[in-house]
């Protein structure tokens, strides 16, 4: 399973880390730095430096990864990085690595020094307190910024919706006209059944 998971966006930790850990499933996750937002490298500015992710981007969806609620938590391990003698990165990358479920995450460094900046976490071990104090200023299961984002529009699912339960009722109709039992089931309570399903489906897509 490949998801983002963050110290922006933890909400994989809601039902995709536990049905990866029920199912013995690997679970690999994307974007462990906020896109370079959970790095330390960004400043309270409208403006972001020219020539970063979030200082030359245009795509308005992207833009969302990225605001004041993501530099509070950097705020926040700034405070553990000092500790521990490392770089924002290495903890934000360190909290993820050591998440329950978590297999590997992926990395995107740009240059040798991110690279080797990013490989540097392996040797940083978080202690009980520093959890507990991450999970104060990131909410297990909470999000500051959008990078989860596998719902898609109600529409795309209303055909073919529509188009099982024509199917369905088709059958019925047919296995009714052929003499075939369905033991209690009936033509007249299977529509209604599908009827009410699809009034509960629509109402929850408007």
Not at 57 to 66: L, P
Not at 150 to 165: M, R
Request: proline share 3%; aromatic share 10%; glycine share 6%.
């Amino acid at each position: 399973e490949q998801s983002p998971f963050n110290l922006a966006d933890r909400r994989a930790e809601r039902e995709h880390i536990q049905m990866c850990k029920t199912y013995d499933l690997a679970f690999i996750p994307w974007s462990p730095l906020g896109g370079g937002g959970l790095t330390g490298k960004y400043v309270r500015t409208s403006k972001q430096e020219t020539g970063t992710r979030f200082g030359d981007e245009t795509d308005t969806k992207k833009i969302k990864r990225f605001n004041l609620e993501v530099l509070n938590i950097t705020d926040g391990l700034s405070k553990i990085s000092n500790n521990n003698n490392c770089s924002i990165a290495q903890v934000a990358l360190s909290w993820v690595m050591s998440q329950n479920g978590v297999t590997a995450p992926i990395i995107g460094p740009r240059t040798m020094e991110q690279l080797d900046d990013n490989i540097g976490a392996i040797n940083i071990k978080l202690s009980e307190k520093e959890m507990t104090f991450i999970d104060e200023i990131a909410k297990p299961g909470s999000n500051t910024a959008d990078f989860f984002e596998a719902s898609f529009p109600c529409k795309i699912f209303v055909a073919s919706f529509a188009n099982i339960i024509l199917s369905l009722l088709t059958f019925f109709s047919l296995s009714q006209i052929l003499s075939i039992s369905f033991g209690s089931i009936s033509v007249k309570k299977f529509k209604n059944l599908f009827t009410s399903l699809s009034s509960v489906f629509l109402q929850n897509c408007q």
